[in-house]
């Protein structure tokens, strides 16, 4: 059987044409061809008006909440479990992150926790579609709505998944959306932003490229910003990711059936959920051990390890990292259900070139890990 990749694009000779007509014609008369066509396509696509490619999704996150102004002394909600780039940013302004809690059926940012910590500081809320899946959304928007409190769709991990039909970026005051290697759609390193609102989009399209407002005199700087331009030749590869998006998704959501499949036999096993009248694109296949297997996130990843099986944990609570010292005595007070479920979950490869042959394998190997417990709890 050939190596098992963690994760990986799947790249055709459409994006290697794409990216060759890139190098040759790109640098005169159409220097951001690609990335203009890219962005306007792709705020089209989610039914927005505006687009700003970035170099990742934490920068579009930092270009957003700098625009709404947010600043030292407020504070931003976000989910306790998530990659920190969905945090990060806030810190970036001097602001406080407020970790609140995930629900326990799809992991995402819970609704009752949110509305729990809405102080007279806070000045965005940031809601992740964690590992494809889809929050509450109606019941999120209506919070935001209801203090008027911005809403911020952190949709990096949810390209093609909806909500009740609706599109996953296309909630809230602006959504982001991340291209890095590892994700459905792939520029290498790469993000976006799109939005609605033709105030927020022209301070974001200043603050993206040092403080130059479009149109206006040469090297004639407003004020100081940040250089946060993408380039021709990663829009290129975007745009041909972007144009195969239906077969993208579509591989994705195959290898979690696999999974689905291959774990169908054993009990009290959870995987991503699929949002009420939604479609979840799957990113990454997330399973979480019933308590009955007695099975840590590390304990399981040692084990497949030893079978030469890779895998990922599930993102750790953020107030339990180094990064954030001093918040976990809080965050496991205030958020049960993300220390819970982070310590028993992990992440299947999710690469593009997986085969049936290897996710099988990555099944059979999460069986024998849990033979022992599945046999004392009398799980088939």
Sequence with gaps: MDPIYMAGPWITEKEIETVLDAMRTGW????????????????????????????????????????????????????????????????????????????????????????????????????????????????????????GIPLIEDAAESLGSTYKGRKAGTFGIGSTFSFHRTKTLTTGEGGMLILDDDHLFERCTILRDHGRRPGGKMYFNEEVTYKYMPFNLQAALGYAQFKRLDELIARKREIYEWYREGLAGVEDLQLNAEPENGFNSVWITAVVFGKSHEMTKASAMEKLQALGLPSRPFFYPLSSLPAYPGREEEGRRMNPNAYDISDRGINLPCAMNLTREQTDAICDGIKTILSVKSAAAGVR
């Design 28 to 147: 005169y008369e159409k220097p951001y061809y690609y990335v203009e066509t890219f962005q306007k396509e792709f705020a089209a696509w989610h039914g927005r008006k505006y687009a700003l490619m970035t170099p990742n999704c934490t920068t579009a996150i930092h270009l957003l909440l700098t625009a709404l102004g947010v600043g030292e002394g407020d504070e931003v909600i976000v989910p306790e479990c998530t990659w920190i780039a969905s945090a990060a940013p806030i810190n970036y302004q001097r602001a406080t992150p407020v970790f609140c809690d995930i629900d326990p059926k799809h992991w995402c940012l819970d609704p009752e926790s949110v509305e729990r910590r809405i102080t007279s500081k806070t000045k965005a809320i940031i809601v992740v579609d964690l590992f494809g899946n889809m929050p509450y959304m109606d019941e999120l928007v209506a919070i935001s709505e209801r203090h």
